[in-house]
C-alpha cells in the first residue's frame, strides 16, 4: 500500500446552502463549552452536529450522531465527491498583525505499520481516546483531518500550488476568525501517481490529532477481526491534512500553564526557591515583559511567571541542572523549555502531581492567564516561548513524546469540509 492516496471525499452539498462558512467548526478539542454553543445554534446542519454530539436524556450521544450523519447523506445535505481526489488546501490568517498563508493538501495517510514512517511526538490521555473511538465506530468514517508535517524535499506542496492557483477553488469559506480556506481539487491521474510516488520516502510527523491518530489504529484491530479477508481496507487509512515543516505560513504558539495553589503563595520564598536555578528579573511593563521573552529564548531556555500582578522573567543558571533533576530522560527531551518547568518548578519546588487537572490547566491564551490570576491571587501563570518545529521533530525521530499540551500548531485545519468515509460502512 501507499503512504497515501486519494479518496472521494464526503462534502456539504453546495446546491442546498448559499454559503457553507456556517456550517465548518473548529477541530472538537479546541472547542469550548461556550464555543459548542454557540455553533449549535449557528445552523442546523452545522458540523458540530456530528462531530461534538451532545448528551440528550434517553440517547446515546453517539448513536445520534452516527444516525445524523447517515440521514444526512441519505438527504444530500453531504454528497459523496464524483471520483477520487487529492485536495489542496490554502489557509490564509492573520497572526499578531501579520498576514500568512498556509499551503498543504488533504489525502488519506496509511496507519502504521511499524515501520518508523509516521511519528508521534506528544503524549495521549485516555478519556479523550475513548470519547473519539465510540465516535468513530458509529460514524464509520474520519470526520476531520489530522494535522501531519513532513520535510517536502521535493517541493510537492509548492509545486502542486502552481498548479492550482489559477483555478477557481470549489470551496471557498471565511470562518469566524476571518481566516479564509481554499480547496482545489486534483483528480488527474498522472498527478495523483506522482504525489504518491515523491510521498513514499517521507516522514510524516503528528502535529495535530495524535488522540485520533491512535484511535484510528484501535479501530483498526476492531476492523480487522471484523473483515480478516478484505485485501485494502479503507479503514487502514486516515483523513490527514498534510504542509511542509519549512514553510513560512506554519505558525506553533506556545501552551501555558495556569497553577491553583493549595493557598496564596508567598512570594519571597518562592523566589528564594526559582534562584536555586534561576536569575530572575522582574519586569514591570508587559510588553517589555514579552520582548525579552522572545528576545532571550532565542538562545537560552527563558520561562514566564505571572504572580501578585508582577511579571518575573526566569533565565536558567546552568543547563547542566538539567542533566541532574532531568537524567531519566535524553537530551531532546531535557532542553524543551516545558520540560525544565514540569520537573523543577511544578514537581520539584511546588510538589505538584503533573497529572493532577484539578490545579494545572493550559490555555494557549496568555490575557486570559492574566485575568484569572488578578481575579484570584491563588493562581500563578506560567509562560513558555513556542516549540520550535526542529525541536518536535528531534523529540519523535529519537522515538520519544513530549509532555501533554506542548505544542498549538495555529491554525486550526476547519473541520465539516472534508470528511473520509470508509467504504465498509
Not at 503524549?123 to 468514517?141: F, P, S, V, Y
Not at 479564509?180 to 516522514?203: F, N
Not at 532542553?335 to 511544578?346: E, F, G, K, M, T
Request: proline share 5%; aromatic share 12%; hydrophobic share 40%.
Amino acid at each position: 500500500m501507499s503512504l497515501i492516496k486519494p479518496f472521494q471525499a464526503v462534502v456539504y452539498n453546495q446546491q442546498k446552502f448559499k454559503g457553507i462558512s456556517r456550517l465548518a467548526c473548529p477541530p472538537y478539542d479546541v472547542i469550548s463549552p461556550e464555543r459548542q454553543d454557540y455553533y449549535y445554534g449557528l445552523d442546523p446542519y452545522n458540523f458540530i452536529h456530528l462531530l461534538l454530539p451532545r448528551e440528550s436524556p434517553g440517547e446515546d450521544k453517539y448513536i445520534k450522531a452516527g444516525e445524523r450523519f447517515r440521514e444526512w447523506l441519505k438527504e444530500g445535505i453531504l454528497l459523496k465527491d464524483v471520483s477520487p481526489a487529492v485536495y489542496f488546501y490554502s489557509h490564509q490568517y492573520t497572526l499578531k498583525g501579520e498576514k500568512r498563508i498556509r499551503l498543504g493538501f488533504v489525502a488519506l495517510l496509511e496507519l502504521d505499520k511499524g515501520d518508523g514512517s509516521v511519528l508521534g511526538h506528544e503524549h495521549t490521555r485516555l478519556e479523550a481516546k475513548e470519547d473519539r473511538l465510540k465516535l468513530i465506530r458509529q460514524a464509520g468514517a474520519n470526520l476531520s483531518p489530522i494535522f501531519v508535517v513532513f520535510p517536502d524535499k521535493k517541493r510537492i506542496v509548492q509545486k502542486l500550488y502552481r498548479q492550482v492557483i489559477s483555478q477557481k477553488p470549489f470551496i471557498d469559506i471565511v470562518d469566524d476568525e476571518k481566516s479564509i480556506h481554499k480547496l482545489w481539487r486534483i483528480d488527474d491521474p498522472a498527478i495523483l501517481s506522482e504525489i504518491e510516488s515523491k510521498m513514499s520516502q517521507e516522514k510524516i510527523f503528528i502535529a495535530d490529532g495524535h488522540h485520533r491518530y491512535e484511535v484510528a489504529c484501535s479501530f483498526r484491530q476492531e476492523l480487522r477481526q471484523k473483515f480478516p479477508h478484505l485485501e485494502s481496507p479503507s479503514f487502514n487509512y486516515i483523513l490527514a491534512y498534510f504542509t511542509n515543516t519549512d514553510s513560512r505560513g506554519l505558525s506553533i504558539l506556545a501552551i501555558h500553564r495556569l497553577v491553583k495553589l493549595p493557598a496564596v503563595i508567598e512570594c519571597e520564598k518562592f523566589s528564594g526557591s526559582l534562584r536555586d536555578y534561576f536569575d530572575l528579573e522582574e519586569v514591570k511593563d508587559r510588553g517589555r515583559f514579552l520582548f525579552l521573552m522572545e528576545k532571550s529564548g532565542r538562545s537560552e531556555h527563558v520561562l514566564g511567571v505571572y504572580v501578585n500582578r508582577k511579571f518575573l522573567l526566569l533565565r536558567l543558571k546552568n543547563v547542566r541542572i538539567l542533566d541532574k533533576l532531568i537524567a531519566d530522560k535524553p537530551r531532546e527531551y531535557r532542553s524543551l523549555d516545558v520540560s525544565i518547568l514540569n520537573r523543577i518548578i511544578l514537581k520539584k519546588i511546588l510538589d505538584l502531581n503533573l497529572d493532577d487537572k484539578a490545579r494545572i490547566t493550559f490555555n494557549p491564551s496568555m490575557d486570559e492567564l492574566i485575568r484569572q490570576v488578578d481575579t484570584d491571587p491563588s493562581y500563578v501563570a506560567f509562560f513558555l516561548n513556542p516549540v520550535k518545529i526542529s525541536q518536535m521533530m528531534d523529540v519523535a525521530l529519537g522515538g520519544n513524546k513530549m509532555p501533554p499540551k506542548s505544542t498549538y500548531f495555529y491554525p486550526k485545519v476547519a473541520s465539516g469540509l472534508l470528511v473520509h468515509k470508509f467504504k465498509e460502512f
